[in-house]
Structure formats: C-alpha cells, structure tokens
C-alpha cells in the first residue's frame, strides 16, 4: 500500500492501487486508465489516471461521480499535468487529485497551488523530508486554486 | 521605477532561502544533475564551457543607481570584475561559483533585484522599448504593463515546465523598437475604433533555428483582460506545445500546426473559463501599476532657447556635435534629451561593462538622470532623461571612460551573443568576428555615410544575437568541427518586421571581414541618394550580392 502527502501530512492509501494498463478492465480497487475508465457504466466513486497528452475533456462530464483523479508525470519536466489540475478544479472536480510519477520535491508547492491535494511520489523514504518544500513561499502574486486571489486584490 | 512593499521582498526573500537550500541539497548529493538543471536554470543560472553563467534579470532594462553599484559590487567581489549586457536587456556573469550564486542573490534581493526565471523552459524577462515613457510618439508608457505581466509570470505555478522558455515584449509606438513580432507573445498598446486604448496580441513569433514572424490572436482587447488573456495563450501551449522534440517545442510550431484560426478558437475557449474572473484588473491596480512611473521632477525649459544653445555647443566642438548627433535622441518634454550609451568599443566584446564603468554610470545617472539607467536589447545603456545643458559636462565624464563611441545604430554597433568563446551551445566564436569587422570598419566617417545599418551576429541556432533581423545577420555554424559563418541579408526588426535571406554557402571566420567588406560594397555601388543598406536590398534582391561576394577572384 502506497505512502503518500495527503492534506499536508505523510498518510497510506489503503484504498487505491496503481493502474493496469494491460488489463482489459480495471481490478476493483485499481485506479483505471483513461482508456478503461471510458468503459465504465458507471463511474460514479470511480478513479481514473491522467497520462500526459490525455486532457481533461473526457472528464468534464463526469467530475461529480469521480472519486479520486491521478495525473501522471512521467517525467517531471514534463508540465501538463500542472494545467490539468488547474482546468478540473476551475471547472468544478472537489475530489482528491493526486499528482503520482516522476515529479520531484522542489515541485509540490507549485503543484498544491494549481490543485493538487495528494502527491505520490516515485521514492516514498522522501515524503518525511518532502514535506517542508509544500511551504517554500507564503505569498504569492497571481490567483491559483489555493488563493483564488491575486495579490493586487488582497494588498493592503 | 517599480518600488517592492514587503509583499514583493518577502517574495524575493523566499526564493533565495528555497534556492539555498536546493543548493545545499544539491552540492551534498542529495539532487541529481538533472533535477537540479531546471531548479539552478529558473535562478539564472547556466552551466557554460568555462564556468557557471549567471543571468541576472533587469526587468523591462530598469536600473536605478543603487542597482547599479550593487552589480558593480558584485562582478568585483564574484567574478573578474566585468558584466555583460545581453539582448533581452538582462545582466550577465560570465565566472561565478556555483556554490556562491545563493549568496549573490541574496545581495541582489537587497537591492530589489533577484535572477527569477531569466532562464529554462518558463516566462522570461517582458521587455520593451528602451526609450519607454520619454518618446515623443509613444500611445503611452509600456512599463506599467510590463511591470503586471512581471508580478502575474513571477512564479507562476502553472507554467513553470513548459514546453520551451517564454518571451514577452510589450510595445506602444508605430516605429516597434520592442521587436514585438519575434517573440512568443508580442503586447501592443492600440486604440480601437472607438479611439479607447487596449492590446493587440500577437502569439507566435519567434527566432531560433524556425524564423516566424508572430501573428495576430486578437486585434483588440480591452486593458482589464490583459492578464485572463495571457493566461489562455499559455494554457493552450503548455497543454498542446510539442515536447517530444525540443527544436520542435516553441509556440511558433504549435500556431503554425493548428493554424491561426483554429489557435484562435483554443485561446478563446480558455479565455472564457477565466475571462471576468478575480485575475481581471481593477483599476486601483491599473492606477497603482502607473504610479510607480509618473514624471521626474523635470524643469520647465524653453525649447527653442535650449536647442539653440545645444547646437552653439555642438558647433563649437565637433567631436561632441557629431556623439549629440549619433548617440541621442530627443525627448518628449522640452530642454531634455536621451542619451544612448555604447558598449561597443572597438577592441572591447559588444556589450561588456566593467565594475568601474558601473560604477561611474551610477554616478552619472545620479548626476544627470533622475538616479535611473536602462539596459538595451541592442546591448547598450541608455539615460533618459538628461538635460540639454547638461550633454557636454555628461559627454566629457563619458569619453573620458571609453563610453563615449558615437556608433548607435550604425554598422559597428554590433549585436553579439557571448559565442564560443563562454557558450557551450555555441557553434562557434562571435567576439572576434564582430572585433574583426569593427577593425575593418575603423574609419567612422564611412560608416556614418553608410547610414543605419544593423549587424547581429549569433555563435549559433539559438539566436541570442538575433542574426534573423539584422540587416545583415552574421550566424555560426559548425562544419565537421570547423568553425563557419552563414550571412543573411534583408532582415528587419522594426514594423516592417522581416527575416534575413541566406547569402548562400558559410565562410571561414578569417574571411568574414572581406565578406562583409563586399556586401558593403555591393551596397555603395547601387545605393540611390539617400537610400538605407535595407531600402537598396529591398529594391535589388540578393542576387547582386550573392554575385559580388561569390565571384571567382580573376
């Protein structure tokens, strides 16, 4: 059972596995590809995982039924994922959102202000040191779903 | 200038502190080379041939002088005591120690400067015209939304790994001297039909080894949208932008594969999720942006009394008259004029300044300009904001310094990249080439004669010295290991935006100065009265050229 940062502190997830992406169909209890979760009568507490190049666009209809949505970073260089959770918290998905791959330390607080809630990271002995980097800064100039206001709204 | 409240230190204060310890996580094994690349890139700082290469940003070219002593400060105490002006108006270091540079931005953050995003695959540097708020034909001062689009791209979490890196200019004269059309995202200020002023955005243009000249994705928008329409354009790149291949990657590849229609739609689809959102400007924030750039204290002068005076001085020694007459332009406010700088001195790499020329020019600016300095995109420095009756005593202090050459906008006010010679993406060198043509070209009564003539020159694809829009572009390339130069002709950055043809086969870095001498010739020769290097090639073609410098020596 994966380790993880959820809601600013190391938890497991005792509910959610990794996808398989050579079955067919999702297990019980699998997070589903996009290509399975598409096949899904019913979606409803439903996981699936973002890969990039994936988009958010099969989603959208669906955003109320779904349980968990996880965003692949392959590589974490790799920053479409950093849109995909933007775009799904602006249009409405309240569930958790957990960023799983490749992406490193010194990205989580970039990643906690477009939307990320949870991050799985690809070394789970790092999650304790993790932690500190989610505060690398207090303030902030632009709006992100962390604050949805930009600074010049807010100086006093 | 922009002046940070505790919000904008307490910002800066941050990044230093999260940079120091990425550092120390770094130098103690605990970041690889490769996590650690885009972390050191977006604090400036490059990894070059001979040591680190540290970029810092001058935002929009603006430097006041307590700025400018603290640069001169630092290439003293951290490196060999000289600094380089880049073409995207920012301050280069050519020797300093990685395990130093936390400690350098932290004395920048003193000063209200930091290396934030000057280089990796994020939103840059915004810049503009370096004559911003004193032209006379300028719609209005650029620098206010310069200093927005500075606040919304610093950090921003969205668009940290993009694509490719991101480069903003923002514009508001008809003569575009931001080069607006050869950037990712080009800002122009525009009035509508109705005569109320917005932005046309221009998306798209770009440099590198794919010349594109941007096109247009709204004619108008209104000022409040600026940043929600931003914000859309790069939502749809950092989605959609090619990243399977890094020559591949810019926004330019992305406009051209949808085409600009359907770019359109995407950007409008986007705009519409954040379009009256909490990022529209509010006019408080709009009016506070602008305070931060209202007048100096100007004195009133009479206009006529005060030029009369200058050209009885300028008459009286010529040395002086001819610098009045090449190195500044005049100012919209009456008894004022502003004085380009020039960093290109034969002999001296294009754009160099040393800590103690920094240092004098600090003095001056003090002295002279209301405390402020600007940075060029054609790597000079300029000061403002001078009064006519001051030119002589400014122009005595400047020439006794070497900063006095009377070249601005001629043909040995070359644009260069640092090249081989401190780049590791270099193909090959570009100092020496410039030094080599400027030797040539040492005689400067001839080179006023050849009238505005715009030389850049890149040590490779990159295009760091613009070789696209020169005039003349000089280009280095690399030939099974041999070092070699393309020459293009017929390039332009102003309105009339246009990318430079190639001559034809490249040329051995020791022929360069005969080359260039022949396209000069070639020039001379079919030139009609009062016609510019770019007019002449415009009316001829390149065939001429290509056969004056092709011809078999008889």
């Known amino acids: 059972m994966p380790r993880l940062i959820k809601n600013g502190e190391v938890v497991t997830d005792e509910r959610w596995q990794a996808p398989d992406a050579e079955a067919e169909q999702a297990a019980p209890g699998a997070i589903a590809t996009l290509a399975q979760w598409q096949t899904l009568a019913d979606k409803s507490g439903s996981a699936v995982q973002l890969e990039p190049g994936d988009g958010v666009e099969a989603l959208l209809p669906h955003l109320n039924e779904l349980a968990l949505v996880a965003v692949n970073f392959p590589v974490f260089t790799d920053g479409r994922g950093f849109s995909y959770a933007r775009e799904l918290r602006q249009r409405g998905y309240t569930g958790e959102l957990r960023a799983v791959g490749a992406f490193i330390r010194d990205q989580l607080h970039y990643l906690s202000r477009v939307g990320f809630d949870a991050f799985q990271m690809l070394d789970e002995a790092e999650l304790e040191n993790a932690l500190a980097s989610l505060g690398d800064f207090t303030e902030h100039y632009q709006a992100a779903i962390d604050q949805p206001l930009p600074l010049f709204r807010r100086r006093a | ?554």
């Open chain 2, 1 to 554: 200038m922009y002046v940070y409240d505790q919000y904008d230190q307490r910002i800066i204060d941050e990044r230093v502190a999260q940079f120091r310890d990425q550092t120390q996580r770094y130098l103690a094994g605990k970041i690889t080379d490769e996590q650690f690349l885009p972390l050191r890139l977006q604090n400036g700082l490059y990894i070059q041939r001979l040591a680190p290469m540290m970029r810092i940003a001058v935002p929009y070219g603006l430097l006041n002088s307590k700025q400018l002593r603290k640069l001169a400060y630092i290439t003293r105490h951290y490196d060999k005591g000289y600094a380089h002006v880049s073409t995207r108006q920012n301050i280069q270091l050519n020797w300093p120690l990685l395990e130093e540079v936390p400690d350098i931005l932290a004395e920048l953050a003193e000063v209200q400067m930091h290396a934030v995003q000057t280089s990796g695959n994020c939103i840059r540097n915004t810049t503009t015209d370096q004559f911003a708020g004193v032209a006379r034909d300028e719609l209005e001062d650029p620098r206010p939304w310069c200093e927005i689009i500075r606040q919304w791209s610093t950090f921003h979490p969205e668009f940290a790994f993009l694509p490719r890196k991101f480069k903003i200019a923002v514009c508001a004269t008809e003569e575009d001297r931001a080069a607006i059309h050869a950037h990712d995202i080009g800002v122009e200020l525009v009035p509508n039909a109705a005569g109320e002023i917005g932005f046309k955005v221009l998306a798209g243009g770009g440099l590198g080894r794919t010349p594109v000249i941007g096109s247009v994705v709204s004619e108008w928008i209104e000022k409040k949208h600026l940043l929600t329409f931003l914000e859309a354009i790069l939502r749809v790149y950092n989605q959609h932008g090619r990243r399977d291949n890094k020559f591949k990657a810019r926004i330019k590849i992305l406009v051209k594969a949808m085409g600009i229609e359907a770019f359109r739609e995407a950007v409008a689809k986007e705009w519409a999720l954040v379009k009256d959102g909490p990022s529209t400007l509010t006019d408080e924030e709009i009016a506070r942006a602008k305070s931060f750039f209202t007048d100096p204290a100007y004195e009133p002068f009479d206009d006529a009394a005060s030029s009369a005076a200058l050209a009885e001085q300028a008459a009286a020694d010529p040395i002086f008259g001819n610098w009045i007459k090449r190195n500044t332009v005049q100012h919209r406010v009456p008894g004022y004029q502003a004085v380009t700088i020039s960093l290109k001195l034969t002999g001296h790499a294009p754009g160099d300044i040393t800590d103690r020329q920094l240092e004098l020019l600090a003095d001056l600016a003090d002295q002279f300009s209301f405390g402020e300095i600007r940075t060029t995109h054609q790597q000079n420095m300029v000061l403002a904001d001078v009064r006519q009756q001051d030119l002589y005593a400014l122009w005595q202090q400047l020439q006794a310094a070497g900063l006095a050459t009377a070249n601005i906008g001629y043909l040995t006010d070359i644009i260069c990249c640092p090249g081989g010679d401190y780049c590791s993406l270099a193909n090959a060198k570009s100092i020496p080439v410039a030094e080599a043509i400027q030797s040539r070209f040492d005689d400067l009564d001839y080179v006023y004669d050849l009238g505005p003539l715009e030389l850049n020159i890149s040590g490779c694809m990159n295009a760091c010295g613009h070789h696209h829009i020169g005039h003349i572009g000089i280009l280095g390339v690399d030939k099974k290991g041999e070092e070699f130069y393309q020459v293009s002709l017929g390039g332009s950055q102003a309105k009339d935006a246009s990318l430079g043809k190639i001559l034809g086969p490249s040329f051995k870095q020791e022929d360069m100065p005969e080359v260039m001498e022949k396209i000069i010739n070639t020039y001379v020769d079919l030139r009609g009265e009062e016609e510019t290097f770019l007019e002449t090639y415009r009316r001829v073609g390149i065939d001429p050229f290509k056969e004056r410098v092709y011809a078999k020596a008889d």
